[in-house]
């Protein structure tokens, strides 16, 4: 399992990729994800919201605004 209990230290495009990644692969939602690797929900939503990125639930993934 990846290390990413940083993640919210890391470059925001970084973060990007291991979020999106680990949502497609192991988790079924944000909130999942989450949980699993102890993450402040709100503070990766708002890290990622000032690059331009949202998360959308229905796809399961953070996408370009």
């Not at 919210?8 to 990007?16: A, G, P, R, Y």
């Amino acid at each position: 399992m990846m290390e990413i209990k940083n993640l919210l230290s890391m470059d925001s495009e970084i973060v990007f990729g291991i979020i999106n990644e680990r949502l497609r692969l192991e988790c079924d939602s944000l909130d999942e994800l989450s949980h699993r690797y102890n993450l402040d929900t709100q503070a990766l939503i708002e890290k990622l919201k000032s690059v331009g990125y949202h998360y959308n639930s229905t796809t399961n993934q953070f996408k370009a605004d």
